[in-house]
């Protein structure tokens, strides 16, 4: 008897065939919200990794000192920018700096009022070049280069103005990209540049085919703060 009664509980609570129109109707909407969904949520996942990437990069390239872009990228962006200046009849103009008697600064201060020294040195460059435009780069320990995407008239003014905010305690070497030059011909040149300079009696700019031009009388190196 009971047995019977099982069997008509069971029939009772069997549920109903679904409708097969509801069902693909719902199956489709699903599928449809899948669609939508999946490319939104690649774009997020891929937009996630180009930041994560261009974040890993840009810690990658710059100088943990001075906030700069350090030798590495220097090396590799001046090729890029030698590279594509060439082929689009762009002027690009190249200037070497080097601080002057940097080691007597940290052998009778200290190295932390050096490193003060190295960070006012990155900020004198950043207000002297244009944001955003030039490159600016920590290429030693008191070596330090600014790629001029312009002529040697801006390059030079450039320089100059680094060592006005540096008390005329800084030397610098300026060139500008020649027709068929090479990244290495460009440095090299800039480089004799800086060397004059430095034979001159240091302060100074000297342009490559111009006279040097003293900034002023240098004065007792001033950091500033970190």
Not at 64 to 79: E, P
Request: some cysteine; hydrophobic content about 35%.
């Amino acid at each position: 008897h009971s047995g019977c009664g099982d069997h008509l509980l069971l029939r009772a609570t069997r549920p109903e065939r679904p409708d097969m129109p509801t069902v693909r109707t719902a199956a489709g909407r699903l599928r449809e919200q899948s669609e939508t969904a999946v490319p939104e949520l690649l774009k997020q996942r891929n937009q996630q990794i180009k930041a994560d990437l261009e974040q890993s990069i840009r810690q990658a390239e710059t100088d943990s000192l001075t906030g700069l872009f350090n030798r590495g990228a220097y090396d590799r962006r001046l090729a890029e920018a030698v590279l594509r200046c060439r082929r689009q009849a762009q002027p690009l103009s190249l200037v070497l700096l080097d601080l002057d008697h940097f080691k007597e600064v940290n052998d009778t201060h200290g190295h932390q009022y050096g490193d003060q020294y190295l960070r006012r040195m990155a900020e004198a460059m950043r207000q002297a070049a244009r944001q955003d435009v030039d490159l600016l780069c920590r290429i030693g320990g008191d070596e330090f280069a600014i790629v001029v995407f312009s002529g040697v008239d801006v390059a030079e003014s450039v320089a100059g103005r680094v060592l006005q905010l540096m008390d005329g305690r800084v030397s610098a070497g300026v060139a500008a990209m020649g027709t068929d030059d090479a990244p290495e011909r460009l440095v090299t040149r800039a480089d004799g540049a800086l060397y004059t300079a430095k034979e001159a009696g240091r302060g100074q700019v000297f342009v490559e085919g111009r006279p040097a031009a003293r900034a002023g009388g240098p004065s007792s190196p001033r950091p500033v703060a970190s």
